[in-house]
């Protein structure tokens, strides 16, 4: 089936330590998109992707960056972790950004 | 700012009632709605959407309602099941210097069995 994979599902870093979320999709869609999502909060669009243009959104902190090497990968750095960016991180994608959505399952990222 | 709020945070219904969850929203400009549906420790779920040349919609079980006079949007579940415990959420899409989606702050739904 088409689908919307991140990987890992529950990542663990330590406090200033660089880390990696991936994500990947077999739906062929030309936008992908990336979430932070926190506990009772909606999702937060950090940036997004329409095919190789980024869009980072203006009060998406430094410290996240984003590559999209093909159309069907996406990553998240974080390149110094801090305790508030404790959350889960959602990955979605879209034929067209008018479009609906199609989640992952998201990444629960713990900092310690 | 503009942004998309709901008035309930949390619903409680009997299994078999019809639910709605409302959102209402503040930018006229926006042309396209869409409801998700999160379950615990899941991604959201497309439920159902409209534009804003629409003021109904319906699925299986679901109904949307565009009401732009007012800018309110709601979802309709018929026949409510324990599978639709979730957190919904509405979502509006608006033209910036592109296409944005912007989530309101969701509603918990619990069904009484």
């Known amino acids: 089936d088409a689908m919307v994979i991140q990987n890992p599902r529950y990542q663990v870093t330590q406090f200033g330590k660089p880390v990696t979320l991936s994500c990947s999709q077999t739906?062929?869609?030309?936008?992908m998109y990336w979430y932070q999502q926190k506990s009772s909060q909606a999702p937060k669009l950090l940036f997004h992707?329409?095919?190789?243009?980024?869009?980072n959104e203006a009060d998406t902190p430094d410290n996240f960056q984003s590559r999209r090497p093909n159309t069907s990968f996406c990553f998240l750095d974080i390149r110094s972790p801090g305790l508030g960016d404790a959350a889960m991180y959602l990955c979605a994608t879209s034929i067209e950004t008018d479009y609906e959505q199609y989640f992952g399952p998201g990444t629960r990222l713990t900092v310690t | 700012g503009e942004s998309v709020g709901l008035h309930l945070p949390t619903l409680s219904v009997q299994e078999g009632d019809n639910s709605i969850i409302n959102c209402a929203y503040s930018?006229?400009?926006?042309?396209?709605f869409i409801w998700y549906k999160q379950e615990s420790g899941k991604g959201p779920q497309f439920i159902i959407d409209i534009r804003s040349n629409m003021d109904k919609r319906q699925g299986q079980r679901v109904t949307v309602l565009l009401n732009k006079t007012v800018k309110h949007l709601s979802l309709q579940i018929a026949a409510t099941q324990p599978g639709d415990s979730a957190v919904y959420f509405c979502?509006?899409?608006?033209?910036?210097?592109?296409?944005?989606?912007?989530f309101g702050p969701g509603t918990s739904l619990s069904v009484i069995p």
């Open positions: 930018n006229s400009a926006s042309d396209y």
């Open positions: 992707y329409y095919d190789k243009d980024f869009n």
């Open positions: 979502a509006e899409n608006m033209w910036t210097s592109y296409d944005k989606v912007i």
């Open positions: 739906l062929n869609h030309n936008v």
